[in-house]
């Protein structure tokens, strides 16, 4: 079976970088959307980025140009570099895949597996 696990998150002040990454192991198919959510006190889940395995990425507007996301294939593993951080991106960040075609929906729903989660703060 397939499963995530998501570590990196920490405790930052504004303006400082984490790197998260996600360990992948279970996935039988060469097909794949993996990415990350977020979801803060109050908030509904937010995709933050992903990327597929044709080779499509994509980024909230509220972190383009931020944050960094890639993958290490041979590995298993996915990583999101996080720069230039904000109290806004305060949240429980989520690893999560899609093995069933090769390119990304950014639906919560269209995502059937799931880390554990790792929490972010970011302080002013």
């Known amino acids: 079976q397939v499963q995530l696990v998501e570590s990196g998150g920490g405790s930052v002040q504004s303006g400082g970088s984490l790197r998260l990454s996600c360990a992948v192991s279970g996935a039988t198919s060469s097909m794949y959307c993996v990415g990350w959510f977020r979801q803060a006190p109050g908030k509904e889940h937010e995709l933050v980025s992903a990327v597929s395995s044709d080779g499509s990425t994509y980024y909230a507007d509220s972190v383009r140009g931020r944050f960094t996301i890639s993958r290490a294939n041979a590995k298993n593993t996915l990583y999101l570099q996080m720069n230039s951080l904000k109290p806004e991106d305060t949240a429980m960040y989520y690893c999560?895949?899609?093995?069933?075609?090769?390119?990304?929906?950014?639906?919560?729903?269209?995502?059937?597996?799931w880390g554990q989660g790792t929490q972010v703060t970011v302080s002013s």
């Open positions: 999560a895949a899609d093995f069933g075609g090769s390119y990304c929906r950014t639906s919560v729903y269209h995502f059937p597996h």
